[in-house]
């Protein structure tokens, strides 16, 4: 393959750390497009990444922290083929204070009522979402409305559902 110019382009404020919801808009070599809902905010340690700490994660090659790629070669398709858009919003929430893993599950479990939501939600409208995600977590009403708001002007069949 010939060497290629590309450009990208980030905000100085997706490098803060926080609570943050994304999803991955992904299109194929074929025209498909796949969707990946995620948020910031570890189940196991007291941490919430940036998006763009996140973004790099997702596809890079440590087992570990690269689920959208696993997802993608899971069905085929190839990541390093595909045109990639990340729409992240937040944060939400700040990171807890000092670290503190009880502050720090409670906004986790917010978010990541959200998260399931917002998975649950692109599916009902139509868009192909790579990854189930499952939580029993109470749902913020009011967070939930802000999130719609936010994701329906990304994927318009959001608003429409």
């Known amino acids: 393959m010939p060497a290629e110019l ?10 803060r750390r926080g609570f943050w919801l994304y999803a991955w808009e992904v299109t194929t070599a074929n025209g498909d497009v796949v969707v990946y809902v995620g948020r910031t905010g570890d189940n196991s340690s007291p941490n919430a990444q940036s998006p763009f700490n996140r973004m790099g994660q997702h596809l890079g ?14 069905r085929g ?6 045109d990639l858009r990340l729409v992240a919003y937040g944060p939400i929430l700040d990171e807890a204070p000092d670290h503190d893993m009880d502050e720090h599950k409670i906004r986790r479990n917010v978010v990541g009522a959200l ?8 599916t009902a409208a139509g868009y ?17 409305a802000d999130v719609l708001a936010v994701f329906a002007g990304e994927f318009p069949r959001l608003a429409a559902a």
Request: with cysteine.
């Open 115 to 122: 998260e399931k939501r917002l998975a649950d939600e692109l």
């Open 77 to 82: 398709i190839d990541p390093a083929a595909c």
């Open 6 to 15: 590309h450009e990208i382009s980030l905000r100085g404020s997706t490098l």
């Open 128 to 144: 192909d979402v790579l990854n189930p995600v499952r939580c029993r977590w109470e749902l913020d009403d009011a967070l939930w």
């Open 61 to 74: 090659n440590s087992d570990a922290s690269n689920t959208l790629r696993k997802h993608l070669i899971r």
